[in-house]
């Protein structure tokens, strides 16, 4: 018996290895997801590249749950919750990503989302009442101006003379519409499995892009897609949604969801490398430092973030 104790642990190293991998590997693939949109949305409507991508996400995801959890039986309620999850990750989120990718570089916007987790942080305390600490205000705070600079190529002043464009509000939509989407999945988590959520949300998000694809005209104005669209699309449903979130789901339920959230932080180096490798964007020192920023203030706040739970816990536990 004691022999195996040894083989237990050993195991479970392996098992943490591999998970910390995957979310490596994840970071890296939802930093091409930026790369690999500027490209589809190159060649074809940002809604009808939406729809393809989300219904091969939901066909994938949808074999795996009937596979992992059986035929879903979801009630009234939770199908509410996953409408709304498709509405405001999927539609809303994927209308502004896309659009937003026909107008600024991918690397850039992908800054400019690295300030979700910050976004989520604020809002949490300022909706639900989550504790707020110093560490934790400046970490909002440095990531919030670091997205200022990204968002204005270094010149704040710009902000207040109304000179930012449309790409750039389009990608700070994508921000709000994530942190909505996160508060939502945390009602979701009460009755539904990661992967169930995953899928329900994809489900119904695909139903509306593919609405808006067919009342546009562009669900099937696809002669002109090249070999390099079509393989865009398919990168972005298969492996940019299906594969990542799914290996994101494992390693929240392994190590929990700090612990996982933090690897996100490494998606905009991601996009900005592969956008300089692949497209041949080149950004300025003051979008890089701001980027730093964001990165540096997220940072902080997870870190301030788990040391409040921490201390949430063991309070709970002394009582």
């Known amino acids: 018996m004691a022999a195996s104790l040894p083989v237990a642990r050993e195991r479970a190293a392996v098992a943490s290895l591999a998970t910390y991998c995957k979310l490596i590997a994840t970071a890296a693939l939802w930093g091409a997801t930026w790369v690999a949109a500027r490209v589809a949305v190159s060649e074809a409507a940002p809604l009808a590249v939406a729809s393809w991508r989300f219904l091969l996400a939901a066909l994938v995801l949808g074999a795996l749950l009937v596979v992992r959890e059986g035929w879903p039986r979801w009630s009234v309620g939770e199908w509410l919750t996953l409408s709304a999850m498709g509405a405001s990750g999927i539609f809303l989120y994927n209308v502004c990503f896309l659009y937003g990718m026909t107008m600024i570089q991918a690397g850039r916007g992908a800054l400019v989302v690295a300030l979700t987790p910050a976004l989520i942080a604020a809002s949490d305390c300022l909706l639900f009442g989550a504790p707020m600490s ?135 180096v991601s996009a900005v490398i592969l956008g300089a490798v692949l497209l041949g964007e080149r950004l300025g020192m003051a979008v890089l430092s701001g980027g730093a920023l964001v990165i540096t203030g997220v940072y902080i706040t997870n870190r301030a973030g788990a040391k409040l739970a921490a201390g949430a816990n063991f309070k709970e536990k002394a009582a």
């Open 134 to 268: 110093p560490s934790k205000a400046l970490g909002i705070g440095l990531a919030a101006f670091g997205c200022l600079l990204v968002v204005t190529n270094g010149h704040p002043y710009l902000l207040i003379a109304g000179e930012v464009g449309l790409g750039e509000w389009l990608i700070i939509g994508c921000a709000v519409m994530w942190t909505v989407y996160t508060f939502l999945g945390r009602r979701g988590t009460r009755s539904l499995s990661p992967l169930a959520m995953t899928f329900g949300a994809s489900l119904t998000g695909w139903l509306m892009l593919t609405s808006a694809a067919l009342l546009q005209g562009s669900l099937f104005s696809l002669a002109e897609t090249s070999w390099r669209g079509w393989s865009a699309i398919a990168f972005l449903g298969l492996f940019g949604t299906a594969l990542a979130f799914t290996w994101y789901a494992e390693a929240v339920h392994r190590i929990g969801a700090t612990r996982s959230a933090a690897f996100i932080n490494l998606v905009p």
